[in-house]
């Protein structure tokens, strides 16, 4: 089965700065998607960002964006400009087209963002 | 736009209780999953669906039972429940590029 691993369980980040969460995964499919989901204190799933693996241009949404490496199977995620509501629950997520269209998420990581 | 609706929000049930819990999806995704949440643990998969009528075991599937019957609806039921099923759980209905969630449902079983 493929894994996903988040090994930062929290992490903080004063407002207005920089922040990178890290993502690294396990697959020997070829054709696969990886996702950002951020989970508010509302405990709504919400969609941050989508990397198609077939792509090398890494994906940007506004100040999100993601080193998407392919070789090394990592995955980070760069918010820029931290603000208040960024604070939430990130967890990466990988979807492949041979795994029954599953998706597998880490554990998840609690950003906090310092005013 | 309703998305995925899941019921109930809430319940609590004391031991050796079942329920079922409901899912409805108005996008006509032919995915359809149920995730468990728990603290340090992320998501795990429960059960999924490739499409009406099919159903799928995922990582954590013991005690817990799934129907498709209807493409739109996938229902979970626990027929006896035990304190280790205290979760949160989360309906899913997806097309290949992404997972669409319900708003979750806090189960504590007494």
Not at chain 1, 8 to 17: C, D, K, L, R, T
Not at chain 1, 78 to 106: E, H, W
Not at chain 1, 108 to 114: A, D, E, F, P, R
Request: charged letters at 15%; one cysteine or more; hydrophobic letters at 35%.
């Amino acid at each position: 089965a493929q894994t996903v691993t988040q090994s930062q369980p929290e992490m903080s980040v004063q407002e207005a700065e920089t922040v990178t969460l890290s993502c690294t995964y396990d697959t020997s499919e070829s054709d696969y998607y990886l996702f950002w989901y951020k989970q508010p204190p509302s405990r709504q799933m919400i969609l941050v960002i989508r990397q198609e693996a077939y792509k090398q241009q890494n994906a940007t949404e506004n100040r999100f964006s993601v080193n998407f490496q392919k070789a090394a199977k990592s995955f980070s995620l760069k918010i820029s400009d931290s603000q208040l509501g960024d604070a939430a629950m990130y967890f990466c997520a990988y979807s492949g087209s041979n795994t029954g269209n599953q998706f597998y998420f880490g554990t998840g990581t609690s950003l906090t963002v310092i005013p | 736009n309703a998305g995925v609706t899941q019921t109930p929000k809430f319940r609590v049930l004391k031991t050796g209780q079942s329920m079922t819990l409901l899912c409805a999806q108005d996008m006509n995704h032919e995915y359809m999953y149920w995730y468990r949440q728990d603290p340090g643990m992320g998501l795990r998969l429960i059960h999924y669906s490739v499409g009406e009528g099919t159903t799928a075991k995922g990582e954590v599937p013991d005690g817990y039972n799934v129907s498709r019957l209807k493409k739109q609806n996938f229902l979970l039921g626990l027929e006896s429940a035990a304190p280790s099923q205290t979760s949160v759980y989360f309906c899913a209905s997806s097309y290949w590029a992404e997972a669409f969630f319900g708003q979750g449902t806090r189960l504590t079983v007494v």
